[in-house]
T-cell receptor, first 116, second 113 residues
Framework: DTAVSQTPKYLVTQMGNDKSIKCEQN?????MYWYKQDSKKFLKIMFS???????INETVPNRFSPKSPDKAHLNLHINSLELGDSAVYFCASSQGWDRGFFEKLFFGSGTQLSVL | GENVEQHPSTLSVQEGDSAVIKCTYS??????FPWYKQELGKGPQLIIDIRSNVGEKKDQRIAVTLNKTAKHFSLHITETQPEDSAVYFCAARTGGGADGLTFGKGTHLIIQP
């Protein structure tokens, strides 16, 4: 059973298109995140949600819009894709800070986005 | 904000030898320091973590040490094995809430047979 699953694993698209990446966790966690990993492997947080509420919104272009329909899902929609958006996007979850375990992140296997 | 520096970027060791990866952080308020291992094509996976009230933690062949005064922490892997080959990330977290983690830039560990 996959704890944090994201789809698709690979996404190849043209500049200017709009695409979405879906993420689901079956761990019962309260907090979910999106991280971006660039070609040099640098991992940087983009967003975090706690119980469907946006907590962190780093300096990410507003072409990126996260959506959390419920606390088990956090999707990422990207409008007007640019070449520089090419990266691996990781979804992650953690248990939630009110129980003191929120630091332990569980990552999905990533979505390799290639913008041509 | 927090800044985490990680060294070296690449580390090659003979199988059976020890490997040490070092990280420094900038924010003295940081209180949680995990290490993640990322294998090719997979997401990072937590291997060990340490809180700021502890100086050292060990789990079988893996240990982490923390020096709060110097603001640095290290990962030690003993008796390295081929399956230890991966990219290792250190990270730090400041404050509470769903702040997420600030990651170092990663170390590619290569275990030579």
């Amino acid at each position: 059973d996959t704890a944090v699953s994201q789809t698709p694993k690979y996404l190849v698209t043209q500049m200017g298109n709009d695409k979405s990446i879906k993420c689901e966790q079956n761990l019962g966690h309260d907090t979910m995140y999106w991280y971006k990993q660039d070609s040099k492997k640098f991992l940087k947080i983009m967003f975090s949600y706690n119980n469907k509420e946006l907590i962190i919104n780093e300096t990410v272009p507003n072409r990126f819009s996260p959506k959390s329909p419920d606390k088990a899902h956090l999707n990422l929609h990207i409008n007007s894709l640019e070449l520089g958006d090419s990266a691996v996007y990781f979804c992650a979850s953690s248990q939630g800070w009110d129980r003191g375990f929120f630091e332990k992140l569980f990552f999905g296997s990533g979505t390799q986005l290639s913008v041509l | 904000g927090e800044n985490v520096e990680q060294h070296p970027s690449t580390l090659s060791v003979q199988e059976g030898d020890s490997a040490v990866i070092k990280c420094t952080y900038s924010d003295s308020a940081s209180n949680y320091f995990p290490w993640y291992k990322q294998e090719l094509g997979k997401g990072p996976q937590l291997i060990i973590d340490i809180r700021s009230n502890v100086g050292e933690k060990k789990d079988q062949r893996i240990a982490v040490t923390l020096n709060k005064t110097a603001k640095h922490f290290s990962l030690h892997i003993t008796e390295t094995q081929p399956e230890d080959s991966a990219v290792y990330f250190c990270a730090a977290r400041t404050g509470g809430g769903a702040d997420g983690l600030t990651f170092g830039k990663g170390t590619h560990l290569i275990i030579q047979p």
